[in-house]
């Protein structure tokens, strides 16, 4: 089992920036390939970045590319998402998830734990 705990959201403006942090524990963090997810509403769950388990690979939808950056910090267990030049669209509830796959990571399915979710509001 592993729990995650996500934490930095808030209300910024149109072209801030925002870190979020997804702490784990559990089971072995570095096991997991690791990833963020979003969700707006009235909208279905949206791949946002993922990460291999050293940090190896990164991975991001055409929508946050060049805007966002995942890492993570194995000592720490925790993943943290960077967010600059933030729009109005990316308003939506930010969820961190773990997979011990390292294929589909951009597929919601493939992710067997999550977090509950950090709000992020983006005003124009």
């Known amino acids: 089992q592993v729990q995650l705990v996500e934490s930095g959201g808030g209300l910024v403006q149109a072209g801030g920036s925002l870190r979020l942090s997804c702490a784990a524990s559990?089971?072995?963090?570095?096991?997991?390939?690791m990833g963020w997810f979003r969700q707006a509403p009235g909208k279905e769950r949206e791949f946002v970045a993922a990460?291999?388990?050293?940090?190896?690979?990164?991975y991001y939808p055409d929508s946050v590319k060049g805007r966002f950056t995942i890492s993570r910090d194995n000592t720490k267990n925790t993943v943290y998402l960077q967010m600059n030049s933030l729009k109005p669209e990316d308003t939506a509830v930010y969820y961190c998830?773990?997979?011990?796959?390292?294929?589909?990571?951009?597929?919601?399915?493939?992710?067997?734990?999550w977090g509950q979710g950090t709000l992020v509001t983006v005003s124009s």
């Open positions: 998830a773990a997979t011990s796959r390292s294929d589909s990571v951009w597929s919601r399915g493939s992710y067997r734990y």
């Open positions: 559990g089971r072995t963090f570095s096991d997991y390939t």
């Open positions: 990460i291999t388990w050293n940090g190896g690979r990164l």
